[in-house]
């Protein structure tokens, strides 16, 4: 015993800040209704069980579980059973497992979850029909903001007429005008494009939405 402590202790709780020494009164179980986290003395059936978990502390237990579809709702826990797919069939929205070879693709899109792959598109005109992406080139694979327009900017600049789409008749392809537009002169400002297919080298011509939609119909098969 500290001297200080002679003829009083200086008592924090049940434990005396100046020497240690402990009494069995005012305990701290407030993190623990079992455990004093001051001196550390345990007791039994303390905790107000609530389901899984402790109304007094917060501690939780394994038995009893709120159940949420695969995930407990007071304590977070997991269970491998009714698992939510609804968003994505290869992923739990509630607790992130993952599973494989799960959606229905009808093409592009999955027919349960609505979640979409960069194959099996539906093409009409300049977009996918089943998930609406751009359509790309498909000579160079870009796709962001292509065709843009059919005849109706009096003034091209070479930005512009990169954004073009373009259709050979040939082939039966369609094409971005990067792909298409090699200015042989572009120091005066004038765009001379090659205006060759580089699939087949024939002639090709600026599409408009009509006539990519005419090019769709070329290109499926007639039953
Ligand atoms: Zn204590
Ligand atoms: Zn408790
Ligand atoms: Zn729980
Ligand atoms: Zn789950
Ligand atoms: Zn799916
Ligand atoms: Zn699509
Ligand atoms: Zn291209
Ligand atoms: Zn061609």
Known sequence: MNLKCFFRHKWDGCKCSNCGVTRDGAHDWSRNCEKCSKCGLARQDAHRWNGCKCNKCGKTRDDEHNWDGCKCSSCS???????????????????????????????????????????????????????????????????????????????????????????????HKIFCGICIGVPRNSSGGIMMFRSLCPICNNRVSAATDADLVAMDRLRRPTS
């Open 77 to 171: 826990k997991t269970r491998d059973l009714n698992h939510d797919w609804s968003s994505d069939c290869e992923k739990c929205a509630r607790c992130g497992k993952a599973r494989e070879a799960s959606h229905s693709w009808d093409g592009c899109k999955c027919a349960n979850c609505r979640k979409t792959r960069n194959i099996g598109h539906e093409w009409h005109g300049r977009k996918c029909k089943r998930c609406g992406i751009d359509r790309p080139c498909e000579n160079c694979s870009r796709t962001t903001a292509l065709f843009d327009y059919g005849d109706s900017i009096p003034e091209v600049t070479l930005a512009d007429a990169q954004r073009r789409a373009y259709y050979c008749a040939t082939c």
